[in-house]
């Protein structure tokens, strides 16, 4: 059975940061890809971070590149997303994926 969890959400004032993490469990974590998605009030999931499975490979949405970083530890079978620079449009439901398969999320707020 495959499950995903996340943790790390919060509070955070405008300028913070954050680390997210996702635990996997029920798949061969380490032979695949991985991604944050968000989803902000009222619009669409969004992918915004990808990684490849040795994470020499990543890739970012233009809306968070150069301020969100995501790696893995494939011995732990988590993947990270680390938050820098927050600003309020960041505020949204984070979730990692696999496939089609999702988390329940952590939920991310910045204030202004």
């Known amino acids: 059975q495959v499950q995903l969890v996340e943790s790390g959400g919060g509070l955070v004032q405008r300028g913070g940061s954050l680390r997210l993490s996702c635990a996997a469990s029920?798949?061969?974590?380490?032979?695949?890809?991985l991604t944050w998605y968000r989803q902000a009030p009222g619009q669409e999931r969004e992918p915004i971070a990808t990684?490849?499975?040795?994470?020499?490979?990543?890739n970012y949405a233009d809306s968070v590149k150069g301020r969100f970083t995501i790696s893995r530890d494939n011995a732990r079978k988590t993947v990270y997303l680390q938050m820098n620079d927050l600003k309020p449009e960041d505020t949204a439901v984070y979730y990692c994926?696999?496939?089609?398969?999702r988390g329940q999320g952590t939920q991310v707020t910045v204030s202004s």
């Open positions: 994926g696999w496939r089609s398969y």
């Open positions: 990684i490849s499975v040795t994470g020499g490979t990543t």
């Open positions: 029920g798949f061969a974590f380490s032979d695949y890809a």
